[in-house]
């Protein structure tokens, strides 16, 4: 297998992308990156600030789609490796408005599996060192009740029109490789956090309205469970399934490391009153915390059974949830500027009617 590589992130300008990105660019020195992005309202290039100029990055603004966009990119550079990130991922956004969904997770990656079959197999040159690594979600495996875990043979049973667009692209995925001996490899990975994320999200979306001492929504009794994972821990996961995954296998990815929805949401009310202060009226931020109207079938419990990416890989996330709440927190607050950004922007009215409630 050749060390250098020419890889193509769809979705590079979003959360996990461009923390994927940092890391491969700071890794890898020699590895090529183009980031294609179609820049939706998720999409940021300034995740990339420090990087935008590099010699070896070039950043296309493109729609996965797109199948003319997608085949000239692999007409002109010498892709050998896929690590496709770009989706819709808002699960809220999923219940309200699915098209988008339907179009992004599913038609894309259907776009770009039928670029990669052409101009990789079209060529019937020797496949061996190529890789589509096709970037999936725990919730592609339903829900659970108070026991138990996914493991890679947990069948599908995607309940909200965002997993079950994400079980369609998976099933995509997996079906060029063994239709069409595409090299796919596949990765289902638990709820990241961590420096960009978009804050639609609860973490950055507790911190913001936490902050600004607004109310903090939790959805139904708060006692969903959800598996957290520190975002670079799941960027150097799929850096080791690139380099050393097997070609038709899918990795589960995950944190152990449960906690319910409530607890999360102390967590960063806590963390923010140690390092900013308690609010203005002398009150603790967990007083902020209003229970409003469940999401529509939420899914009750995530979690991640890691063996095999573990054993197989020796992957295992370095980062504890505390240390990891820690990094997050301070980040967010050191970079004020850049969730201003979001909010007071195009965003705004969005997020105000979406995320101001109870
Ligand atoms: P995100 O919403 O932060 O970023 C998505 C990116 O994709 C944005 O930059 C957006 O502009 C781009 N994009 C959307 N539609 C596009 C299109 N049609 N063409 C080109 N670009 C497009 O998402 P994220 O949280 O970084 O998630 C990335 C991937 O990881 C997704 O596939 C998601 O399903 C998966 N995933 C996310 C998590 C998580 O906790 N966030 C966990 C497991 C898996
Ligand atoms: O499990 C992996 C998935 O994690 C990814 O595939 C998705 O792309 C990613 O968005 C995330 O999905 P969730 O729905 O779990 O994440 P979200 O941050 O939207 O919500 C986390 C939990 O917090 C969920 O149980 C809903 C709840 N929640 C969320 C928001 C935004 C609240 O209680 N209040 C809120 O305001």
Same mark, same amino acid.
């Given at each position: 297998m050749k060390n250098k590589r020419t890889v193509l992130v769809? =979705?590079?300008? =979003?959360f996990i992308g461009a923390n994927f990105i940092r890391l491969v660019h700071s890794t890898y020195k020699d590895w090529r990156i183009i980031n294609l992005d179609?820049?939706?309202?998720? =999409?940021?290039?300034?995740?990339l600030n420090g990087i935008i100029?590099?010699?070896?990055y070039r950043f296309v603004k493109g729609d996965i789609c797109d199948s003319t966009c997608v085949e000239s990119l692999f007409a002109e550079e010498d892709i050998d490796t896929v690590v496709h990130f770009a989706a819709e991922s808002h699960v809220d956004r999923s219940i309200t408005g699915p098209a988008d969904f339907i179009q992004t997770n599913i038609v894309g990656t259907f776009t770009l599996l039928e670029a990669a079959k052409k101009a990789w197999l079209g060529a019937k040159e020797?496949? =061996?060192?190529k890789c589509f690594l096709h970037v999936s979600t725990d919730e592609v495996y339903g829900s659970l009740g108070e026991t138990g875990f996914f493991t890679e043979k947990t069948p599908f049973d995607p309940r909200s029109p965002y997993s079950a667009s994400k079980a369609s692209s998976d099933h995509l995925a997996n079906a060029y490789f063994h239709t069409?001996?595409?090299?796919v490899k596949i990765t289902n990975c638990s709820n990241n956090y961590g420096?960009?994320?978009?804050?639609?999200?609860?973490i950055p979306l507790i911190f913001n309205n936490a902050l600004h001492e607004k109310s903090l929504p939790v959805y139904g009794d708060g006692l969903n469970v959800r598996d957290w994972l520190y975002v670079q821990d799941h960027c150097e996961a799929i850096l080791a399934v690139i380099v050393g995954g097997k070609t038709g296998h899918c990795y589960n990815i995950g944190g152990n490391n449960e906690k319910q929805n409530l607890n999360v949401v102390e967590v960063v009310c806590d963390l923010l009153d140690k390092k900013v202060g308690p609010m203005s009226s002398g009150k603790p931020r967990k007083s902020l915390i209003t229970f409003v109207e469940d999401r529509l079938g939420h899914d009750r419990r995530y979690a991640i059974d890691a063996t095999k990416i573990g054993e197989h890989l020796n992957w295992q996330p370095k980062m504890t949830f505390e240390q990891g709440m820690e990094k997050t927190i301070d980040w967010y607050l050191a970079n004020r500027a850049w969730i201003d950004n979001i909010v007071n922007g195009e965003y705004q009215n969005y997020y105000d009617t979406m995320y101001t409630r109870g």
């Open positions: 769809t =979705g590079g300008a =979003g179609k820049l939706t309202y998720a =999409g940021n290039l300034n995740n100029t590099s010699d070896t020797n496949v =061996g060192n069409y001996g595409l090299p420096p960009y994320q978009f804050p639609e999200k609860l």
